[in-house]
Every structure is written in C-alpha cells, then in structure tokens.
C-alpha cells in the first residue's frame, strides 16, 4: 500500500484525546488510517491538565500538547498571533506539507489555519457540526468561519446536510467542499453472541442529557412508551443538566423498576451496554452525523431517531420520527412490530460493508492531493479573497493577515529556519497483519490509563 | 428520505444519492454537487410584510409616550423653579386621578363595581403610604450635591424611556395574562427612583407628597390608561395623541426655544425617518432555514 507521494500532515483541533467524543475520535482514527497508508501524521493540541509537551500513540503518531491551557469549552485563548511561533516551529520541524483543521468551534485549528496559509502551507478545514444562522453566537461564528474559509484549498463536510449548512455559513463555492462521512469501527461494536432473552423488550438510550440532544423528548416519551407496553424497559446512558428531569419523571410515574439510569457511561463500556438492549432511541435535535446510531446499527440494534440534520442519511434501516412526542411513540412502536424480523449479526456485516475508516482515510487522501495540487498565491492575491467578506469584516481581516505575514517576516529575521531542527523519519516496523482492531484494543488501554 | 437523482448521461452510470453510506459513489467524486443541492432551503418564511402607514401608526404609541414624560419633566421643571405651589399640584393629582378613573370606567368593558371598589381602596392605601413616607424622601438626598441628582436623573429617565414596553402596559388589570418582561420591570423601575430622587429636593414635605403623588401616578397608570384608550377605539387615540403632542410643545415652547427645537426633531423622527428606515432595511433580511436547524420542541418545558 505504499504512495507514490507521501503527504506529511498536521492535524490540529482543540479536541483530542484524552477528550472523548465524535470529533476526537475521528482525528485519531483517521490519523491511524493514514498512516497505515504511509503518510507521516503529527496532531497538535492544547495541554490537557498535566499532559503537556510530546508524546507518541499507537503507531508513532506524534500529538504535540502545546502548553496553552483551555479557558472556554476546551478551546484555548485566542491571541491572534500567539500561537505563531510554536506552530511555524513545529511546521519546519516536521517538514509538514499540508494542515489540517478540525471543528469551527476550535480557536486553535483558526490560528493554525490563519498561520499556515500566511506561511503558504495548504490546508485542509473539517466542519464536524450544524450551527444555525439566527442567534448571537452563530452569527460570530460563521463570521469567523468566513475568515478561515475564505483561503482554504478544500474543505470536508460529514453529510450532504452539513455541506449545504457549510457553504452557506462560509460563502465558499459548492465544488470545493467534499462530502466524506465518519465511519465506525465495527471490530469494537460487535453484536453480542445471543440476544438478550426474554420476552422484554430493552430500549437502550446512550447520550449527554443536555437540551440539544432532546432530552426534554425523552421525559415526554418513557412514560407513554411504558403506559403503552408494559414489556418495555430503558436504559437510560449519559450524564448531563437534564438528568434531573428525567429522574423527576421516573419518580412521578413511578418507573423505577422499568428505567434505568446508569449515569455516565465510559466509552470503553458502550459496547457492553449496547448490546443489552434490542432497540436503540436516539433523540437528538439537530446532529451533523451520529455516529452512534452507526455503533448500534453496529451492534445489531434497531434504530429509532429524529429525522434531523444528516441522520437520514447515515443509514437506510432507521426507524425515523419527527421529533414531536407522538411521532416518536409511533415510531417506536413500528420499531417494536419489525423487531423479531431483525437479525444483529445481518445488521452487523451490512455495516462492516458501508462504513470502513480506511474507505474514509483513501478519500481524504484525495482531498488531499487535491488540496496539494492547488496553486501556490502571493499575499496580494490572497488579500483579495479576504475583501469579499463584507464591508467592514473584509477590510478587518486584510489587516489581520497583513499583520500576520509582517510577524511571520520578522520571525524569520529573529529564528531563521535553518536554525531549526528538523525531526528524522522513524519508520516502525509494524507487522502487516497487525489488524485496525488491535489498534482500537490499544486505543481503549490508553483510555483506561487515564 | 429523500433520493436526488441526477441526469443519466450514459446507461452505465448510477444515480447520485443523497446518502452517506457506502463509500465513495461510483462514478461521481466527492465534490459532486447536485442539482438538488440547497433544495431544502427556505428563505424568508417568517417575516412579515411591513406597511408604511401601519408602522407610521405604531410609532404614534411612542411619540405619544415620549410626550408624557416630557410633561412629568415640565412639572418637575416648574416645581423646583417653585413656579408651581402646592395646591396647585394637588389639584393637579386629584384631576389627574379623577380623569384616569373616567377614562378607565367608559373603555373598560368588564369593570366591575367590586373590582371598582378594590382600585379605590388600593389607591386609598398608596396615598396614604405615600403622605406617611413624604419626610423620608424629603431628607434622602440632602448630602448629595445637585449636579449629581439632575445627572442621575436624566439618565434613568433615558434609560426608563429605552427599555419602556410600548405594545402594552407593566402594570396591568388584576387577571391578565401577560407576565411583565424583565426590561418593562427595570424601567418601571428606573422612573420611579427618578421621581424619587427629584422629590428629595423640594423644601416642603406638602410639596414632596404631591410631586411622588404626581409623578408616580403617570407613570404606573399612565400606559394603562393610554392602552385602554388604544383598545377602546384607534381614532380616539390618534386624537388623543395628537392634541397631547400640540399641548407639550407649546408649553416647551414657552419654557425654552433650544428644547422646543429638539423636541420637535425628535418627534419627527420617532414619527416619520424611523418607520421610512425601517421599510428600507427590511429588504436586506435574509432569514434561512433548512434541514441543518436544530428542531424546535412544540410543547413547553415545564420544570
């Protein structure tokens, strides 16, 4: 599987390990994938507590924990400028040809994208979610996004939904944003050897209990489901501001025996707790793409969601429901009805057919070729894309940039880069064999390390 | 679900679907951009179509407002200036009452005579509270000095004029529906430590009673009479605005020719630019909405 070009590649978020979630779970997946295929990958992140500095993962992955620390939401301060020098340092030092930015709600991959660019590396920008258009907060956001997107070489998007959301954010045109979905590891989320007995029927709900992802549904839809199936139970997951609402629900119609609250569940025990269960609910009301419909569908439960955001398109075999009370009930009860026509095991191959992360990691090297073969543009030219952002923002962000590339210049001038040490190639010698799925069992050590 | 289908240019080719699973679909590149791309989008759904004469109408209700308040100022002016004596101001209140009981007795359809009985009683009780703190407000501010006072002064009535609720009124019929809103409190709020710190300078405790009477009494039941009117009959109130707005100017007039001016230009402005300013910002409103919105709940969270 070796590249007749071999891209050297920067990652950066403010999401990372030992962060779980969607987005730290996709770079570092990814990252394994592509160095599978032989590209060399370094991942740049904020200090996570006491962990900071270098330190290598599964398969020489380098992840720099630059010593900022996070002061909003896991995102580091933003200082424009301040990020300048580590990151060019780390850019010589690496000899990176292309970086790569993840989530719009991350402050360090915009610095490191405004940086790059002004130090003429090609960058590649991921958008992991959907935001509105509306309110405070997403109207500064998308702005800022404008900023950074205004220069990028390409772009990903998860869904077809987040693509259109995107482009329309960020003013960038149609062809240069590609779609490529997340996948799921299906070695990990195996269904279980036998389903679980019994003529009860296990609806499994496993998110954080906050507003968005509709846990105030659920507090209307448990007591209906389990007034209108007495078979029924829950296995509520998740930690979160809406839990108390839900434990007040179980208290007023009395369904301690029949919900179960489990509290926070640590991603090492997801699977065990999926594959309790028949029937997996997901709430949510707006997602990008939810990968953990993926890990049941995985599991061999049948989905039940919201038809929201880029959930429709994920996967063919969910049960969809608007995300009304009474619509959900209804679906959960066609969800019941086909439920002895499902086989997990059937379930389980369609998804190791549809979703493969080295699939993702192929595409993305497309991208990246792409990105690559993009025309390299002097400041002038470049100070014109940035106009175009609006009246005021345009002439703002042109300052910004000049800014940059005159700091840029007199880095040069104080750090020249030959004064740089630049890191040797270590190739470990892995065996051909080694399976992603011991990768992932490394993966989940690591996280019981913690 | 919906499946975009694209063009078949030759029989070989698959369609285009509008789904993530898969992988890479043949034949077409990631960065395939569909026909159906952004059909989802709405633009503009909610927005109302505005109408010249109708804002111009609205905005009346706020001239209107601005005109009373400028005449509590005027009776604040004249007070300090002792252009106006005690009695004076008595009769003042007492008229003021009498006429705001009138009016409420003629528009308001489902008055009551308990419920009668209980405005008179509170009212009753909000005199005689008043008369029995009249020393306290008399000695409150007697250390500070007077440019501190008009300062403050006119800072909370700009600000009671800002955040003043103009569609209804905060102080509402017992069994109303409406909660007052949070800005409606605080400038209620912010007129009557106005009204309380203009009291404080008066030399005589008859005096402070009547001006908190009088003060007070506007600006709690002023927009409550002034939206009965509005509910009773609109060519009443236009009228009422109108005669309103000729007797605060003319008085301003014979007051101070600066602030008579300004005045003026203000109330054009309420009037006339801003409804025009408003109707020419109203084509650049550009409101989408889409499958990437986050899905509203339609029933309410209660705790």
Redesign the interface.
């Known amino acids: 599987m070796g590249d007749s070009k071999r891209h050297r590649i920067l990652m950066v978020s403010d999401f990372f390990y030992p962060n779980f979630g969607g987005v730290e779970n996709h770079i570092y997946l990814l990252s394994q994938c592509l160095l599978k295929l032989g590209h060399k990958v370094v991942v740049m992140t904020h200090a996570y507590g006491n962990r900071s500095g270098v330190r290598y993962m599964t398969g020489g992955l380098k992840v720099y924990y630059v010593p900022w620390k996070p002061f909003l939401l896991q995102n580091t301060l933003p200082t424009f400028y301040g990020t300048l020098p580590i990151i060019r340092t780390i850019l010589i030092r690496e000899q990176i040809s292309l970086v790569h930015g993840h989530q719009a709600f991350s402050t360090l991959c915009h610095e490191a994208l405004m940086h790059a660019r002004t130090m003429g590396y090609k960058v590649v920008f991921t958008d992991h979610s959907?935001y509105?258009?509306?309110d405070v907060g997403s109207i500064h956001m998308n702005k800022v996004l404008q900023f950074t997107l205004a220069d990028v070489s390409q772009a990903i998007c998860?869904?077809?939904?987040?693509?259109?959301?995107t482009?329309?954010r960020s003013g960038l045109p149609?062809?240069?944003?590609?779609?490529?979905?997340n996948a799921v590891d299906t070695a990990m989320f195996k269904p279980a050897a036998e389903r679980p007995s019994g003529n009860e029927i296990i609806i499994v709900v496993i998110s954080r209990l906050v507003y968005?992802k509709?846990a105030?549904?659920l507090v209307?839809v448990i007591p209906e489901v389990c007034r209108m199936y007495p078979n029924v139970r829950f296995i509520v997951g998740g930690d979160g501001p809406k839990r108390v609402?839900l434990e007040e629900m179980r208290e007023k119609h009395s369904l301690q025996d029949r919900v179960e609250m489990l509290g926070a569940v640590p991603h090492a025990q997801v699977r065990s707790v999926l594959i309790s269960g028949h029937i997996f609910l997901n709430s949510s009301?707006?997602e990008a793409?939810c990968i953990a419909i993926l890990e049941a569908a995985s599991c061999g439960l049948l989905t039940v969601s919201?038809r929201?955001?880029?959930v429709?398109?994920?996967?063919?075999m969910i049960v969809?429901a608007e995300?009304?009370?009474t619509d959900m009930v209804q679906a959960i009860k066609k969800a019941i009805s086909i439920l002895p026509m499902i086989d997990p095991q059937d379930m389980h191959n369609r998804m190791k057919?549809?979703?493969?992360w080295h699939?993702v990691a192929k595409?993305t090297e497309?991208?990246y070729d792409h990105a690559l073969n993009c025309s390299n543009q002097s400041l002038l030219e470049r100070l014109s894309r940035y106009l175009t952002c609006g009246a005021w923002a345009g002439k703002l962000f042109c300052l910004v940039m000049i800014i940059d590339f005159i700091l840029w210049r007199l880095l040069q001038l104080w750090k020249p880069a030959e004064d740089i040490e630049v890191v040797p190639d270590i190739v470990l010698s892995h065996d051909e064999d080694r399976g992603i799925s011991q990768d992932f069992q490394a993966f989940n050590e690591d996280n019981s390390l913690r | 679900m919906d499946n975009c289908i694209a063009e078949n240019p030759s029989p070989t080719r698959a369609k285009w679907r509008k789904v993530a699973y898969g992988g890479m679909q043949p034949g077409f590149d990631d960065n395939h951009t569909d026909e159906c791309f952004l059909e989802g989008m709405v633009m503009n759904a909610n927005v109302v179509k505005r109408d010249m004469l109708k804002v111009m109408q609205d905005a009346i209700s706020i001239s209107q407002y601005l005109c009373i308040v400028v005449l509590v100022g005027l009776v604040w002016t004249y007070t300090l200036r002792s252009t106006l004596d005690e009695s004076s101001l008595l009769y003042l209140d007492v008229s003021l009452l009498g006429s705001g009981f009138l009016v409420l007795l003629l528009t308001e359809e489902m008055l009551s005579l308990n419920l009668l009985l209980h405005y008179l009683v509170n009212v009753f009780f909000f005199t005689t509270g008043l008369f029995v703190l009249a020393p306290i407000y008399q000695t409150l501010t007697r250390s500070i000095s007077s440019d501190t006072i008009w300062a403050v002064t006119v800072s909370l009535v700009i600000l009671h004029l800002f955040l003043h609720d103009y569609s209804g009124s905060t102080v509402t019929a017992p069994g109303a529906l409406k909660n007052p809103t949070l800005t409606s409190s605080i400038s209620l709020n912010a007129s009557v430590v106005a009204s309380v710190f203009i009291a404080s300078r008066l030399p005589s405790r008859l005096q402070v009673f009547a001006i908190m009477l009088f003060s007070l009494q506007v600006f709690l039941f002023a927009p409550l009479v002034t939206y009965c009117i509005k509910k009773y009959s609109f060519r009443l109130h236009l009228c009422f605005s109108f005669s309103l707005m000729a007797m605060t100017l003319a008085f301003v007039y014979t007051l101070h020719r600066l602030l008579f001016v300004l005045l003026l230009g203000l109330l054009v402005f309420v009037t006339v630019v801003c409804p025009y300013w408003l109707i020419r910002m109203q084509e650049y409103k550009f409101e989408i909405n889409g499958p990437w919105d986050e899905a509203k709940l339609c029933f309410d969270i209660t705790d």
């Open positions: 959907l509105g258009f509306a998860v869904s077809h939904t987040s693509k259109e959301n482009v329309l149609p062809e240069k944003v590609y779609v490529i979905p968005r509709g105030d549904l209307e609402r009301l707006t793409f919201t929201v955001g880029g429709p398109e994920a996967y063919d969809l995300p009304d009370p057919k549809l979703y493969d699939d595409r497309i991208v």
